[in-house]
Every structure is written in structure tokens, then in C-alpha cells.
């Protein structure tokens, strides 16, 4: 059997952290026998150690992880997965076929990619904020749009008018007729007043008259 015929796989497992160092030690070294069994090699290996969970699974928050690169026939694969379902002390476990010329590398190495590409990330966010802002154009603010207040207008009741039109004409007609009434009365008065005088002042000129003549003739006889 050649080489050619075995796929590379990697495979993470989440065990039981309440179990302890040795019992965790001793599953590891019975799936690493299961993978010789069924004449498989292992390549890598990467103990993680304890971390939290994304989620609690199987009432546990916290769980023991290893990491194991091996190759194996694509046909026993099935056999190795089915015995890691039913064994208790395996949390969860994910398989993965790596690709040829696949570079392994460490918690530790991962880590500080990890690092270095956050780095680049923020050098190449700042860069694309600077650009941003040299490219952007400045713009004035524009101005506030005066609003024009329109006036009021009190539209006048028609109604009201008429009645007040009423009301006054024919007040105004009634005084000026007796205005005029009283002031024709007054003239006739101030008419007649002189004319009576002068009469009265011609009977006392004839009465005079006529005694100045019987006192001149004496043969007048009353």
C-alpha cells in the first residue's frame, strides 16, 4: 500500500475537562492506538489545554483541547468518527482533509499570526480613513432656508357690515331733518319779531300825532 493511497486529515477534539491531567493523557493515547489501528500515522500534535467554550455543551463551559494531524485511508475514516461519537469523554470533535503542501503550525505560531494580521488591519484601516479624507471634497455648509411668514389676513364678515350700515343711516337721516326743522322755526321767529316791533312803534307815533293836534286847536272838541 503506498503512500498515494492515505489522505491527510486534521482532526480537533474537546474533551471532558472534570477529568484531570492523567485520564485526559490516557484518552488521548487510546485514540492515537485507534488511528495506528487502523493503520494510520500520525504526523502533529498540539495540546491547547484548557479554554472556555462558546457555549456550555454537555453542562460543561470549558473543555480540553487537542489538535491531531494524521494520515489515513479515506475508507477506515468512517469507522475512527463512529467511535469517537459514542465515546463519553469526547466532548465534540471536527474533521478536517488538509490540502497538499499544508504548512502545521502551533497554538503559539497561530497566535501570533493572529497578532500580526490584526496589526495589518488597523494599519490598513487608518490608511483608507487618510485617504478618505484627502480625497473627499470640502464642502461649504449650505445656508439655512429662510422661511417667509406669510401675514395673516382676517377676512371681514360681510354680514356684520350690513348690519352696522343699517343701524347708522337712518340715525343720521333723522337729526339732520330736525336740524334743519329747527333751524327754519328759529328764522321765522327772528322774521316776525321786528315786524311786530315796528308796528307797535308806528301806532305810538299816530297816537302823539294826534294829541300834539287836538292840544294846538283848541276848537277841537272831544
Do not use: H
Not at 497561530?110 to 478618505?132: F, G, Q, S, T, W
Amino acid at each position: 500500500m503506498t503512500d498515494e493511497n492515505f489522505t491527510s486529515y486534521e482532526m480537533m477534539l474537546i474533551i471532558d475537562p472534570t477529568l484531570g491531567d492523567e485520564r485526559t493523557r490516557q484518552v488521548i493515547e487510546e485514540l492515537k492506538s485507534q488511528i495506528k489501528d487502523l493503520e494510520g500515522t500520525i504526523t502533529f500534535e498540539d495540546f491547547w489545554g484548557t479554554r472556555y467554550l462558546a457555549y456550555k455543551m454537555n453542562r460543561q463551559d470549558k473543555g480540553f483541547y487537542v489538535v491531531l494531524n494524521f494520515n489515513l485511508l479515506p475508507a477506515k475514516l468512517l469507522g475512527l468518527t463512529n467511535e469517537l461519537r459514542l465515546n463519553q469523554n469526547v466532548i465534540r470533535f471536527i474533521t478536517l482533509k488538509t490540502p497538499k503542501n499544508y504548512e502545521v503550525l502551533t497554538l503559539e505560531a497561530l497566535e501570533k499570526e493572529a497578532e500580526k494580521y490584526k496589526r495589518v488591519r488597523k494599519e490598513d484601516a487608518k490608511e483608507e480613513k487618510e485617504e478618505r479624507v484627502e480625497r473627499a471634497p470640502r464642502t461649504s455648509r449650505p445656508k439655512p432656508v429662510e422661511i417667509e411668514k406669510k401675514e395673516e389676513v382676517k377676512e371681514e364678515k360681510p354680514v356684520k357690515e350690513v348690519k352696522e350700515e343699517k343701524k347708522e343711516e337712518p340715525k343720521v337721516e333723522v337729526k339732520e331733518e330736525k336740524v334743519e326743522e329747527v333751524k327754519e322755526e328759529v328764522k321765522e321767529e327772528v322774521k316776525e319779531e321786528p315786524k311786530k316791533k315796528e308796528s307797535k312803534i308806528t301806532d305810538l307815533d299816530d297816537v302823539d300825532a294826534k294829541l300834539k293836534s287836538i292840544i294846538d286847536d283848541p276848537d277841537i272838541s272831544l
